[in-house]
């Protein structure tokens, strides 16, 4: 028996009787782009009202007074983007801006002598998996982390399992939940000036960071049990097993430091694992076949603090 309960939310930084305008920017493809700066003016005049999307493409504008207004979009690399949007009693439909690639003329001196670029983003020995990817693909014990190990080389592995690096700093273990993860690349390249000696089999791990504009979060509750499960043929009965495992992420912008400036990110997990494994074995003193209790209860937390100083520095805990 397998249950599964989701629940999602997201909240203006600032509660107001006047109208909303959020929405998602997103380029070919339909990917997110992340810091496009967005604004909002009124066509009767005034201050535009400006911001940027966040890691997921989305943005909002709160407290926004009703009337005709132009949202125009920017983001380099793309043709701006602009649309038309009115605010008034009834609530504004989220908008979706689409932005198409900019044309680049180019010109180009080909020479015999000229050695080739080489591009990290082109290497074949590194792919990436988002965190959306990873949420959405069936793992073992819920651990994120199983579906990028199956792409690792086991040759050099080695019995002290991968090297896992989450934002730049390599760690023993990488017990995270897996609502905190933006993305796992699998980097098998032995080379690298990044690290202080060659390796391979590497899992790079970024984590995700707070927004501005807005408070979000998310819920996941997922229930198992054995009572729907076939007979397992090594043992004289069904072994129990039941999984209870529950996860929960916020994040948004800290008001006292600058709704601008500073954001957290909170995410936790519980497992609770009661699980048996079967025994079936010839012992000295016979034929063994036995349920074996593995039981797991474990909680990981994780939490995240950025804050901008000025336009060049971050502080980032």
Do not use: C, W
């Amino acid at each position: 028996m397998f249950f599964m309960f989701v629940l999602a939310f997201a909240l203006p930084v600032k509660g107001s009787k006047t109208g909303i305008v959020q929405g998602v920017v997103e380029g070919p493809g339909g990917t997110a782009l992340a810091t496009a700066e967005i604004s909002l003016t009124n066509k009767a005049g005034g201050e535009p009202l400006v911001t940027q999307s966040d890691e997921e493409g989305e943005f909002i504008f709160s407290s926004v007074p009703p009337g005709e207004y132009t949202l125009q979009t920017k983001l380099p690399g793309f043709q701006d983007g602009q649309l038309s949007v009115t605010v008034g009693s009834a609530a504004v439909p989220r908008v979706r801006v689409k932005l198409k690639v900019a044309e680049v003329s180019e010109k180009v001196t080909v020479s015999a002598s000229a050695a080739p670029v080489l591009l990290a983003e082109e290497n074949n020995n590194a792919f990436q998996l988002s965190g959306r990817v990873l949420m959405n693909m069936p793992s073992k014990d819920g651990d994120p982390l199983t579906i990028p190990s199956l792409f690792l080389d086991s040759s050099m592995v080695g019995a002290g399992g991968a090297k896992i690096i989450v934002d730049g700093v390599e760690v023993d273990n990488a017990d995270l939940p897996a609502s905190s993860i933006k993305d796992v690349v699998v980097n098998r390249n032995p080379f690298s000036a990044e690290f202080g000696r060659p390796g391979k089999g590497r899992l790079e791990i970024t984590t995700k960071k707070g927004v501005h504009g807005r408070y979000r979060g998310n819920a996941l509750v997922i229930y198992r049990t054995s009572d729907l499960y076939a007979r397992n043929a090594f043992a004289t009965s069904k072994p129990y097993e039941e999984r209870k495992l529950v996860e929960g992420q916020a994040d948004g912008p800290v008001p006292f430091l600058g709704s601008k400036s500073a954001t957290f990110f909170v995410s936790a997990r519980y497992r609770n694992f009661d699980d048996e494994t079967v025994v079936n074995a010839l012992t000295a003193t016979g034929h063994l076949i036995s349920n074996l209790g593995t039981p797991v209860d474990a909680t990981t937390l994780f939490g995240r603090f950025d804050m901008h100083i000025n336009k060049t520095h971050k502080v980032t805990l």
